[in-house]
């Protein structure tokens, strides 16, 4: 974090983090590491040479894109994973080829479709051929049955 000077500068590097490249060791920062810097500038701001009020409101600007940006994401990722189970449950029935979640080959008739949540809140889509389990990325084909 940059330190407060008179120049009233501290505000450049929280918009120098916003528009980052990859190699500039900011890449890993999340949306909330990235909101705390900016209030912590905001609030710790020279006294002497305050933030003009379009500074603060281009902060605030940025504030709020990422928070958008940050629902968008999460709102489309919902959708993603939504898709994946119409899909799957659309294989109940059909004849496939895929790799189960052992390594196996396996070849046969979908039973049914569920759903695991991992560790962090993931969701993984399987379908079940007679007692194997497999992910739904690893269909190979999809025959009619």
């Not at 490249?21 to 002497?48: A, C, K, R, W, Y």
């Not at 504030?63 to 994946?84: H, K, S, W």
């Not at 196996?104 to 962090?120: N, P």
């Amino acid at each position: 974090m940059s330190a407060i000077n008179t120049s009233g500068s501290s505000v450049q590097s929280a918009e120098n983090l916003s528009s980052s490249n990859q190699n500039d060791g900011f890449s890993d920062v999340n949306m909330d590491q990235f909101l705390q810097l900016l209030i912590t500038e905001m609030q710790n701001q020279d006294p002497m040479d305050p933030m003009e009020n379009s500074e603060m409101l281009q902060q605030i600007g940025q504030i709020r894109e990422i928070g958008a940006t940050d629902q968008l994401t999460n709102t489309l990722a919902g959708f993603a994973q939504n898709q994946e189970l119409i899909t799957a449950s659309g294989l109940i029935g059909q004849q496939v080829d895929a790799l189960a979640d052992d390594s196996t080959e396996v070849s046969g008739v979908v039973d049914k479709v569920t759903i695991e949540t991992g560790e962090d809140d993931s969701r993984n889509v399987k379908v079940h051929v007679g007692g194997k389990t497999i992910d739904i990325k690893n269909i190979r084909q999809i025959n009619s049955a």
